[in-house]
T-cell receptor, first 112, second 113 residues
Framework: GQQLNQSPQSMFIQEGEDVSMNCTSS?????WLWYKQDPGEGPVLLIA?????ELTSNGRLTAQFGITRKDSFLNISASIPSDVGIYFC????????????FGTGTLLAVQP | EPEVTQTPSHQVTQMGQEVILRCVPI?????FYWYRQILGQKVEFLVS????????KSEIFDDQFSVERPDGSNFTLKIRSTKLEDSAMYFC???????????FGNGTRLTVT
């Protein structure tokens, strides 16, 4: 089936550091989304990207839709302890169903 | 801000029993989904529902699974005869249009013993 590979698998950083994670696929997607999941909760949308090459920011978060449509990255600047969680990328094909294919996740731990 | 709500938050059931997981999508949304997340793994698509019918389902969504929108607000997932491997978090999600972002509920943790 479709596979989205996220890297790194986990990151352990100090508060204030910048973070970068990315997602790659062998398939082309029409949309890329980034979600954050806290323990015991559902994924919460962070950023949605709809066009190849698009660069979008949401506060300290910045994400880009790769020009090949097969990859995306998420950057977090000046990390804070509440950034802790699992970050998932998700690719969508569009169309009537527009189901999302989720990446394998990046666990982020921030030390105060 | 409107949100997707799911009940119960945790359901424990014995193998072979039927379970119904309930969801109330965001009120003006038209597209509904169920996803599953086995502990420690990624979120997996199960089924999408639009215009009162299934629009797509994954290979996970076999004959033991069914979905229903019994009224104007609820969206349910039924597992007819649960198996141990059905233990997972089940997330309901909805979106307003085909291309708008997908919003998830907080999930139902299903434990099959």
């Amino acid at each position: 089936g479709q596979q989205l590979n996220q890297s790194p698998q986990s990151m352990f950083i100090q508060e204030g550091e910048d973070v970068s994670m990315n997602c790659t696929s062998s398939s082309i997607f029409n949309t890329w989304l980034w979600y954050k999941q806290d323990p015991g909760e559902g994924p919460v949308l962070l950023i949605a990207l709809y066009k190849a090459g698009e660069l979008t920011s949401n506060g300290r978060l910045t994400a880009q839709f790769g020009i090949t449509r097969k990859d995306s990255f998420l950057n977090i600047s000046a990390s804070i302890p509440s950034d802790v969680g699992i970050y998932f990328c998700a690719g969508g094909y569009g169309g009537a169903t527009n189901k999302l294919i989720f990446g394998t996740g990046t666990l982020l731990a921030v030390q105060p | 801000e409107p949100e997707v709500t799911q009940t119960p938050s945790h359901q424990v059931t014995q193998m072979g029993q039927e379970v119904i997981l309930r969801c109330v999508p965001i009120s003006n949304h038209l597209y509904f989904y169920w996803y599953r997340q086995i502990l420690g793994q990624k979120v997996e698509f199960l089924v999408s529902f639009y215009n009162n019918e299934i629009s797509e389902k994954s290979e996970i969504f076999d004959d033991q699974f069914s979905v229903e929108r019994p009224d104007g607000s609820n969206f349910t997932l039924k597992i007819r005869s649960t198996k141990l491997e059905d233990s997972a978090m089940y997330f309901c999600a909805s979106r307003g249009t085909a291309n708008s972002p997908l919003h998830f509920g907080n999930g139902t943790r299903l434990t099959v013993t």
